[in-house]
């Protein structure tokens, strides 16, 4: 297996893509590993790639990724997308949406742009790339995380109009972020999948062509609305977990990955994700999935972004607690105002029971809110 350490540099993208061309041939397996990764337990054989998961809910696991599913990920995403183009890496390759890039790249015999990453993501040098981009013939895509989104349209949106389309996952994006997007005439596309779904497999709530999606029913926050467990199927999933345990293999069985998540599927079949399993507050016996509380609030005016929390409560075993990003820093929302707004728009339970305002978000993975330090945050402070 031909283990590839990535430094952010443009030289080491280029070592990996080459592995790459020869794994999607069904040569010698690659693993590309981000700063201090360790090297993965074992090696799958040929024709496969091993990432690890970001961790965020957990210890990281391995994932092997097979050629056909990297290739049918990329031939369902350019069908999605109006056809194969050029494609600008803006993200870091040892994470799946950084990977797909490339994998797209290569079955559409177009050399990808690369942006170096090793002094982290640099709004003016992303612009540049673009620009030389839009002056070429021919479609054109890059892929980003909502934090890469909102440092763009506050520094230059022009450069991401000549995209045509701007893929945006890794994390859940404000509502606010994308309406901002989408008024400066970027065609953005929320994506949603993970590393043993090869990237993003649903696209604005639809699967792509190929993809299944169905739930378990469950009752969320009391009301009649039925969600459940994000199932997936498809070419597109991963072979299985290269450390595998009982624990995690049985994540992938009969043809189905079960995820994390808890989603809706409308009468339609388009999938609303409402953020992880493990992430649900039961607050005063109803369960309260905080991704619909945080599209409210970074819905309201003056919010940049949100998270949402449970923290221990005598009363009602965990309450409600919002983090919020101001969107002007000079002139924060006033908190009170906010839960005024949000009771409006929620349910009962969904309220929060304080809002906090903070600077920025403590990030983990590739632009994931990390809940686990804003419990830890927010502890600290005696809330």
Not at 17 to 23: E, K, W
Not at 81 to 107: D, E
Not at 199 to 215: A, E, F, I
Not at 280 to 293: K, Y
Request: hydrophobic share 45%; net charge negative.
């Amino acid at each position: 297996m031909r283990v590839i350490h990535l430094d952010g540099s443009v030289e080491v993208v280029w070592e990996l893509d080459a592995a790459l061309h020869t794994m999607l041939a069904g040569g010698e397996a690659v693993a590309p590993l981000g700063p201090g990764q360790a090297v993965p337990p074992g090696d799958p054989g040929p024709g496969q790639v091993v990432l690890s998961t970001s961790g965020s809910t957990g210890q990281p696991k391995w994932v092997q990724l097979g050629g056909a599913a990297l290739s049918f990920s990329a031939a369902a995403a350019h069908a999605r997308l109006g056809g194969s183009g050029r494609w600008l890496l803006a993200l870091p390759a040892h994470h799946v949406a950084g990977l797909a890039v490339l994998v797209r790249a290569a079955l559409a015999g177009i050399q990808p742009v690369v942006l170096d990453l090793r002094s982290g993501f640099d709004p003016v040098a992303f612009s540049a790339l673009a620009q030389r981009l839009a002056g070429e013939a021919g479609r054109c895509y890059t892929a980003l995380v909502p934090t890469q989104l909102a440092r763009l349209l506050a520094s230059d949106p022009h450069p991401l109009i000549g995209f045509d389309a701007v893929l945006l996952g890794g994390a859940a994006a404000p509502g606010q972020l994308l309406r901002r997007a989408r008024t400066a005439g970027v065609h953005v596309v929320s994506t949603y999948g993970m590393t043993e779904t090869a990237g993003g497999c649903v696209y604005d709530g639809w699967p792509l062509n190929g993809v299944q999606v169905r739930v378990d029913s469950v009752r969320v926050d009391g009301t009649e609305a039925e969600t459940g467990s994000v199932e997936l199927a498809g070419p597109m999933l991963a072979t299985g977990y290269l450390d595998a345990s009982p624990e995690t293999s049985g994540a992938f069985h009969d043809g189905w990955f079960r995820t994390s998540d808890l989603g809706r599927l409308d009468g339609q079949g388009r999938l609303q994700v409402l953020g992880r399993a493990d992430d649900v507050i039961v607050t005063g016996g109803l369960n309260v999935a905080p991704a619909e509380v945080e599209a409210v609030l970074s819905g309201l005016p003056g919010v940049a972004a949100a998270c949402v929390v449970g923290l221990p409560d005598p009363d009602w075993g965990e309450r409600v607690t919002a983090v919020v990003i101001p969107a002007d820093p000079e002139r924060p929302p006033d908190p009170g105002a906010l839960r005024v707004a949000a009771r409006r728009l929620l349910t009962g339970a969904q309220v929060p029971k304080e809002i906090i305002l903070f600077d920025a978000l403590p990030l983990c993975g590739v632009g994931k809110p990390d809940r686990r330090a804003v419990r830890t945050m927010l502890t600290a402070r005696g809330h």
